[in-house]
């Protein structure tokens, strides 16, 4: 009588193993599947940084030269309006999104805007140089702005954001990039450029502008600090940026740059803007 049920008995047992083999293998393709989405969530950490930055330039820099050219072609009738502002710092706002790409190094793209470096002042003056004479209620301008685009890498040597976004203590890493600038010097009306094509001097009738690359290193420092999960850093860098192409165009589309006498000879001036730099950052990472 048994036997009748041994084929029935042995079909319901395979049956069953087969569905638990069948619940087995996907479960493990649904675990295997929710490791692989949380390992690429985990790696998306990014941040962003705003930050303020010092700049100290060279006091032999060519704009620096042409102000003491200045001082010495420009005379005011009341000395506190005289004495031109050299460039000898320089003061940066900035911000910059980034992305982890590895544990430890970051890619980020950030965005430099420099106050106004130079001098703005009107009063009575006696030129030496272009316009010459003596000149009443004169604004005497000349200022520079700088601004840009930047790119740059981030190495952590020690504690890099975690799986979260968190620095659980001191930072030190390593920086390196760069990037391209574009400046505009404001010139006191009626100063004169000399005409490239032409070869003789002519008044300016727009501002100077001027474009170059920027590149710069340095060492970063980030510590968290308690608020809203943020952190503070530091940074030291150099930065080479040189603008050699300063020049202005006339009605007619002639360039015109701007010089100044050293012995018998006019010499171009451009400006050099290279440097040590300190940043201060405040940063905040987020998850992806």
Known sequence: MLKKYVPLIALLMIFGFALNLSAQTEDEIVSKFLK?????????????TAYFSY???SDENPYNKYSIYGDNNIIASDPGDGKFDGAYRSDQMGAT???????????????????????????DYNFGIAPAGEHENFNLISEVQVYGLNAGVDVYLTNPPNEQGQIKGLAIRLNGGGGYYLTKWEIWQGNSSYNLSTGISESNIEPLKGSAPGYFGGVGFDLPI???GMVMGTEFSYLVLNFTNVRSYNNIGEE?????SEGNE???????FSGI??????????SL
């Not at 692989?36 to 962003?48: A, L, M």
């Not at 015109?256 to 100044?260: D, G, R, S, V």
């Not at 730099?277 to 987020?286: N, T």
Request: glycine share 10%; proline share 1%; net charge positive.
């Open 55 to 57: 700049g100290k330039l």
């Open 97 to 123: 999104f980034g992305l982890m790409f590895t544990n430890n190094i970051a890619a980020k793209l950030g965005f430099e805007y420099w106050l106004k470096m130079g001098t703005n002042k009107v009063g």
């Open 256 to 260: 015109l740059y701007l010089t100044m």
């Open 226 to 228: 308690r608020f809203l």
């Open 277 to 286: 730099r300190g940043k201060i950052e405040l940063k905040k990472f987020f």
């Open 266 to 272: 006019p010499k171009r001036v451009d400006l050099d």
């Open 36 to 48: 692989k989405t949380e390992k690429k969530h985990q790696n998306k950490i990014g941040f962003f």
